[in-house]
């Protein structure tokens, strides 16, 4: 299985410039995948340093062992969240890190395996089960949420979560089809997107915004990730990197509000004369505006069209 795992990393030497990685330094990987970025760490900070990977799917931790092995004890594996980084390092005993890398969304290898369900390809429809989840061996399924989700609920995921038109009249159609019956597959959810007539006239197709939003909501996306920018904060050691490659603007808009707000530090009211919450900066922001591959890379690897990539550095305490 593991030499069928493809993905191709993105903004690969962009990314390892931003975490400075120099040899023996200590870098956690929040999303290892096919461990592409992974591998181009290690080369850099290996022998003596040590690369922490931790990804949610089984199948993507198997791939990178396979291809890290050559790298012996200088790489770590842990199946967790990156919302819990902080505890997954501390099961290895460690406390602080150089950098942080994550590389947000889902890989090409999960994308492009029908049975996890993250494509919505009409010509496998049929075959290709409501899943979405990056762990499958926990959480419910796209057909689970479709089946048991209030029309508030399904309508308020796409609007928020796929900023979709129409969201109000998919949900009740959703709500209309599996009262006859269950949504199984994405064929099924396709055919109910049509039938309600989402998107239509409009140039693009509003599966992809309808799959975005499930797949945000069946993984706790965007809660994931802002616990996630807190947790890789709180590991940091003074002057580590913290770098995150996201995929659509609602990814971004909270990498940027999060950055934003660790490097400002004082959350009081802007009227109030004096800070009473002692909150100090704790980043300082590298990139203002968020790095984009270049042309060269998009047209190799047209999947890296929509990456943005932020780095911070993380200041030390004040005194
Ligand atoms: C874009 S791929 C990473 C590719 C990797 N950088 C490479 O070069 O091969 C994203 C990976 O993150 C994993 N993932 C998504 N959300 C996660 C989360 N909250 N915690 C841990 N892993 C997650 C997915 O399972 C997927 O394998």
Redesign the pocket.
Known sequence: MSSDFH?V??LLAESSEYLHLKPGAVIL??????????EAILDRIAPGGLLVG????EQ?LSASATRLARFGDSVRFVQ????HLDDALRSLGIESVDGVLL?????SF?LDTPDRGFRFASSTGHATPLDMR?DPSCGSSAAELLGRASAEELQGWFQRYGELPGSKRLARAITQHRANEPLRTTADLLRVIEDAGIGRGRRHNPATLVFQALRIAV?D?LA?LEQ?LEAAVSVLRPGGRLVVISYHSLEDRIVKHSFRAAAKGCVCPPKQPVCTCGRAPSLEIMNRRPLRPSSTETEANPRSRSARLRAAKRIPAAA
């Open positions: 993905h990393p993105v990987d929040g999303t290892l995948g096919g461990g592409g970025h992974a931790l990804d949610l799917d993507a967790s969240s990156f919302r590389d947000l969304g889902v890989s999960q990056m993984n996306e994931a996630g």
